[in-house]
């Protein structure tokens, strides 16, 4: 079955860049699109961008402003976002998606949450 | 950006009621509107996609319906396990939005 296990969170002070990892499995990862969506604490979901299948296109949410870089590795069946400069308010917990078809997202990670804080 | 409203924020209802839930596009997002369902602690999970077709797995009582602006996602007959919050999404152009979600509560 198609699972999702995102990784890298935890407490990141101001300023100091994380990358988060989401290992796949279930399916032929390289064939899909992938997405991220965050959540602040008690918050909606928010989208952050998508990766396509093959990694040449990306496309982000405007509030990135340039901080967040998605990435994939398809030999290792693994999805990346990097947060460059993170801000207290980039604390969310962050989830992985699979994209059904250019741009829903059909399957979901259980998410990993970044808290930035000195 | 496209903003997505969700009416209403908070809704108090009984198992084995129908409920209708209200999502309002900004502008046009034709049928390219999808509805996913959050329980606490856990990660979203898709209902509906296209406006009105349910994801694998998804029960008979969740339909859909709407294009434009205007979206519904009803619930025919609530269980106990649909009390949670339900948020739309479209995808009809870049970036991707979602709303700020109705919350299903028990009464």
């Known amino acids: 079955q198609v699972q999702l296990v995102e990784s890298g969170g935890g407490v990141v002070q101001p300023g100091r860049s994380l990358r988060l990892s989401c290992v796949t499995s279930g399916f032929r990862f390289s064939s899909w699109g992938m997405h991220w969506v965050r959540q602040a604490p008690g918050k909606g979901l928010e989208w952050v961008g998508v990766i396509g299948h093959d990694g040449l296109m990306t496309h982000y949410a405007d509030f990135v402003k340039g901080r967040y870089t998605i990435s994939r590795d398809n030999s290792k069946n693994t999805l990346f976002l990097e947060i460059s400069s993170p801000r207290a308010d980039d604390t969310a917990v962050f989830y992985c998606?699979?994209?059904?078809?250019?741009?829903?997202?059909?399957?979901w990670g259980q998410g990993t949450l970044v808290t930035v804080s000195s | 950006e496209i903003v997505l409203t969700q009416s209403p924020a908070t809704l108090s209802l009984s198992p084995g009621e129908r409920v209708t839930l209200s999502c309002r596009a900004s502008q046009s997002v034709n049928r390219d509107l999808a509805w996913h369902q959050q329980k606490p602690g856990q990660a979203p999970r898709l209902l509906i996609y296209?406006?009105?077709n349910r994801a694998t797995g998804i029960p008979a009582r969740f339909s859909g319906s709407g294009s434009g602006t205007d979206f519904t996602l009803t619930i025919s007959s609530l269980e106990p396990e649909d009390f949670a919050v339900y948020y739309c999404?479209?995808?009809?152009?870049?970036?991707?939005?979602f709303g700020q979600g109705t919350r299903l509560e028990m009464k």
């Open positions: 998606g699979r994209d059904q078809t250019s741009g829903y997202v059909d399957y």
């Open positions: 296209d406006v009105s």
């Open positions: 999404q479209h995808r009809s152009n870049w970036p991707i939005t």
